[in-house]
């Protein structure tokens, strides 16, 4: 049974920095592709980052160049380093696992964390 655990998320004042982690187990995890989305509240889930098997990595263009996603497969580990970080970054950010054909699409991810709360003040 796959399962992902997110942790790193807090308060933090504009301008600052925050790096999530996204622990998984129960899967080859260095044969899988792996992404971030975000929840905002009243807001649809959007893709944030995501990187392949072989450490191709794509963003969303909203946090191109301030938010950087890597992976380390000896610790099965995903991260989310978080810079620059915005009021309008505040969401629930999850992991999950890639499935599907579409990088972008929340769809074509599965075996999802629980999230962790990222809350940026002004």
């Known amino acids: 049974q796959v399962q992902l655990v997110e942790s790193g998320g807090g308060l933090v004042q504009a301008g600052g920095s925050l790096r999530l982690s996204c622990a998984a187990s129960?899967?080859?995890?260095?044969?899988?592709?792996m992404g971030w989305f975000r929840q905002a509240p009243g807001k649809e889930r959007e893709f944030v980052a995501a990187?392949?098997?072989?450490?191709?990595?794509y963003y969303a263009d909203s946090v191109k160049g301030r938010f950087t996603i890597s992976r380390d497969n000896a610790k099965n580990t995903v991260y989310l380093q978080m810079n620059s970080l915005k009021p309008g970054d505040t969401a629930v950010y999850s992991c999950?696992?890639?499935?599907?054909?579409?990088?972008?699409?929340?769809?074509?991810?599965?075996?999802w964390g629980q999230g962790t709360q990222v809350t940026v003040s002004s």
């Open positions: 129960g899967l080859t995890f260095s044969g899988y592709g």
């Open positions: 999950a696992v890639k499935q599907g054909t579409y990088i972008e699409r929340w769809a074509d991810y599965g075996s």
């Open positions: 990187i392949s098997w072989n450490v191709i990595t």
